[in-house]
């Protein structure tokens, strides 16, 4: 069963570290202490833009989709690499510019679309309160979002000098996660001669 399993491709074997070129350098002079913390504050980071992308809201009524699409939730917003490690009170605030933009359009048409079915048994007066519970939820999610926005920035402003030059050279934030793991040498492969 394992074997099949493995066999099948949902399981991907991962580059040995000191044999993958794709990490990127990482010098880490802290000790492994320290460097489980680092490791600990980036998943938190991660775990947060994954909130801000796909939130696992409360339970809203008639919302009959809990995945999103391109991989972005309902009432989601889009983030870059860029915009996961806030480096900036002004990255900040062109977040939480575009969490706004987003309540005002993209929000408010997924909020809309819940209540827009004249079939669901609800007279006027319900549909009209369903609308503004609505509205108050997604005005609750938005601030959570600001909340979740500084929590990255908080978050990144704890990180150490080593740690933001390697997400300054890393293309996805997978990149960064797996170039954790291998410190302060570069992989064995860097070390080989070119064949010519």
């Known amino acids: 069963m394992t074997a099949s399993s493995a066999a099948d491709g949902s399981w991907h074997a991962k580059a040995l570290p000191t044999l993958d070129s794709t990490l990127q350098p990482y010098r880490w002079p802290y000790g492994p202490a320290a460097l489980v913390q680092e490791r600990k504050t980036v998943t938190k980071i991660l775990e947060a833009a994954h909130e801000i992308r796909m939130p696992s809201l409360r339970v809203w009524p008639h919302v009959p989709i809990s995945n999103g699409r391109y991989g972005i939730g309902f009432l989601g917003m889009y983030m870059s690499v860029e915009d996961v490690f806030i480096n900036s009170d002004h ?5 939480v510019d575009r969490a706004h933009q987003c309540f005002n359009v993209d929000w408010k048409l997924e909020v809309q679309a819940l209540s827009a079915n004249t079939n669901d048994g609800l007279d006027a007066g319900q549909r009209d309160s369903m609308r503004y519970m609505h509205y108050q939820m997604a005005e609750e999610h938005l601030y959570e979002v600001v909340d979740l926005i500084d929590t990255l920035q908080g978050l990144y402003d704890e990180l150490k ?5 390697l997400i300054n050279r890393c293309a996805c934030t997978i990149d960064v996660k797996k170039s954790m793991v291998m410190t302060n040498e570069p992989s064995a492969f860097w070390h080989l001669a070119p064949p010519w």
């Open 91 to 95: 990255s900040r605030n062109m977040l």
């Open 161 to 165: 000098p080593e740690t933001v030059q």
